[in-house]
């Protein structure tokens, strides 16, 4: 796996199982400071922040936390709260497949940047 620079976004995008169709979701950065991407998800109001971390890996399976910071009433940081879990291996082909929110859609975070 190829990691990116901090500045440099890649693509979300939004796997529907029911056809195979992929919808674009957004954009992710990584942090190389904490070892993270930060998600800005098209669908969900800019002042939610989620994260995605690695957090297992066993043989080329690598197990991901897709958590959402949640805040005190006055903005400031109260605690992070797990929302979906991910996976990606050498058959997912660069991507990480992310189960979050919908039960009819899957995000991928695609790590090569673009749309495959």
Known sequence: MQIKSKSEAL????LDPRDDSIN??????????YGEYLLKIDEEPSE???????????????????????KRKDGS???RQLVGTGY??????DCVFINYGSKFKTL???????KQ
């Open 88 to 93: 990606s291996d050498a058959e997912t082909d």
């Open 77 to 79: 940081f109260r605690k």
């Open 108 to 114: 991928v975070l695609y790590l090569q940047g673009g």
């Open 24 to 33: 674009y979701a957004g954009v992710s950065f990584y942090n190389h400071t």
């Open 48 to 70: 939610k922040q989620y994260f995605l971390k690695p957090y297992a890996c066993e043989d080329d399976h690598t197990i991901y936390r897709m958590e959402l910071v949640i």
């Open 11 to 14: 693509t979300l995008g939004w």
